[in-house]
């Protein structure tokens, strides 16, 4: 649906609590109510009530969440889908056999899977290069290229992908530029207002931001664009159901305050980070040692709250680690108020095994989350110290994995 221009001269804060979510009209309930209905009473044949059919096609408490989400990323309009992936399928539609992608080459993982193991049945080329380098990305594409695909900080090793440059790039080519803004959030990053054609999120991240729903969105200017990935969620139908619409609204109201939180934590985690002696390197586009830093601070307003490193002494001393923490839970997904920790190469990006794109298996991923940050680093402490015994170390380095 399209965005819900009434709340555009609001700042983000503002549009998050009211873009596409003024009081219900017929009954002045505050919240969006969830209209868990599939189909809706019509007044004569065709002849319809308040312009809603069927679920599949349009539900109101989805149309509040896309003209919110429309609104949040400074676009005309939002479509909102099942999951991150759900919405990427829909995307993917608007190529055709002979069509070339080209994807960041730590892309997250089930993206690249997307690509790799089912669309290129479809005969959609894929190959894979470093966007942070626009070098490289200038280098990669291809007189076939439709969609340069960039995830920005990418997943797990928060590069920094130049989105103005890129746009730039791309400008005088057939070719989309499309954003996966799920590790920033439209809080502190903006992709169509650098020049992307297209954001795609997992609101299933720090949208939704409780790790209760799963959910995607994809967001625009195009009008003709809207009418195809409009035409294309109700013709393929993997659509949220009302519930998990109305949990992700619920989740879109505190997205500021949280993402200044999971900021200021994960600047404090990982300057923390590094400083310990077991920790070789620290990813984080905060810190100034980043390679990326500066395009990071021009093209973000704050650094989000995910941060990854490698530790010393082997696979077996990362998933120590990660096995240990308390605060952290080891699980996949990021994004929710509560930290996570894993381990990528064994989970997120298992599936990217012999492509030439594999993770370092020393690596640890961290979704800062907002609890206490000095809980946050006290459990730190503690697992790093349970996983760093000398005996560990030694054993590891005897059997050189
Ligand atoms: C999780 C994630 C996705 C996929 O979204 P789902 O909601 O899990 O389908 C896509 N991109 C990024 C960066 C993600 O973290």
Known sequence: MTNDHSWNDANFETRAIHAGQDPDSATGAVITPIYQTSTYAQEAIGKLKGGYEYSRSDNPTRT????????????????????????????????????????????????????DKVLTNFGIELSLADLSNLDAAKAAIRPNT??????????????????????????????RLVVDNTFASPYLQQPLSLGADLVLHSTTKYLGGHSDVVGGAVIGNDGDVYETLKFHQNAAGAVPGPFDSWLTLRGIKTL?????????????????????????TVYYPGLESHPNH??????????SGMVSFTVKGGFKVAAKIVEKTKVFTLAESLGGVESLIEHPGKMTHASVAGTGAEVEDTLIRLSVGIEHVDDQIADLEQAIAAATTRELIGASTHHAD
């Open 146 to 175: 439709k969609i340069v695909w960039v995830e920005t900080p990418t997943n797990p090793y928060l590069r920094i992908v130049d989105i103005a440059g890129m746009a730039e790039l791309v400008k005088a080519r057939d070719i």
């Open 64 to 115: 509040a969440l896309q003209e919110a989400l429309a609104s949040l990323e400074s676009g005309t309009w939002g479509l909102a889908y099942a999951s991150g992936l759900a919405a990427t399928q829909n995307i993917a539609y608007l190529l055709r056999p002979g069509d070339h992608v080209l994807l960041s080459n730590d892309t997250y993982g089930g993206t690249f899977r997307l690509f």
């Open 256 to 280: 500021g305050v949280r993402m200044d939180r999971h900021s200021a934590n994960a600047a404090r985690v990982a300057a923390w980070l590094g400083e310990q002696e077991a920790v070789d």
């Open 294 to 303: 500066e395009i990071a601070a021009r093209q973000m307003k704050g650094f």
